[in-house]
């Protein structure tokens, strides 16, 4: 009988990309610039809540953003008129980032002297959550109309999350969300993991967000 070998290709992709994650995480704190990975469904509102960061921040800290996409630069064109620096990161049909494609976006953003920067996911609560891209945290938009059993349906996506924006709060009473639940929900998956209603269409609970964002800036650079 023939011999062969067995070789178990995503425990070993999954562990070569921790490594690289690891190795550019401590670059990130050797520069003094800290990386948000921020992941969602599409149409939970991350370039909506992006720019209000962006208007609201952009005066205190260096800002920069990577817009990550199967195709299209709508977003990137969109933070752009800003004032931010962006770059548009094409995956080619791949429906995540990991550690290797983050360290390429970040080198050709080229923004050394950036506080804080943001890496806007493809769109969706799955594969995202499988990789680890080196970011220093990871966040989470969940929208109101998404259901309040999301941490429920994909329980990856937050037992990775730092934080979780629930946004569109201003159409809860239209529809069927209890933030208690949600909340209870999350904490079924990450119990220390930040929850954070917000509506990004009117600036509600955004003042929260942007502290949360310079308290995690400020602690990295002096840790």
Known sequence: MDEYKILEIKESVFADNDREADALRASLKERGQFLLNL?????????????RTIEALGDELALAVME?????????????????K???LHTGGMCHL???????GL???????ADLIFLENVGNLVCPAEFDTGACKNACILSVPEGD???????????????VLVNKMDVA???????????????????????????????EGMDEWYQWLRDQVSAWKTA
Do not use: H
């Open 39 to 51: 992941m969602s469904s599409p149409g939970s509102g991350k370039t909506t809540t992006l720019s």
């Open 68 to 84: 990550a996409d199967i195709d299209s630069d709508v977003d990137a064109a969109t933070i752009a008129k800003l004032g931010a």
């Open 86 to 88: 962006t770059i548009q």
């Open 98 to 104: 990991d550690a290797g494609m983050c360290a390429q």
């Open 107 to 113: 080198e050709g953003l080229a923004a050394d002297d």
């Open 149 to 163: 059993d999301k941490p429920l349906k994909y329980p990856l996506m937050f037992q990775v999350v730092d934080v």
């Open 173 to 203: 009473p239209y529809f069927d969300f209890d933030l208690d639940k949600c909340r209870a929900n999350v904490a079924m998956r990450k119990p220390n993991a930040r929850v954070i209603p917000i509506c990004a269409k009117t600036g």
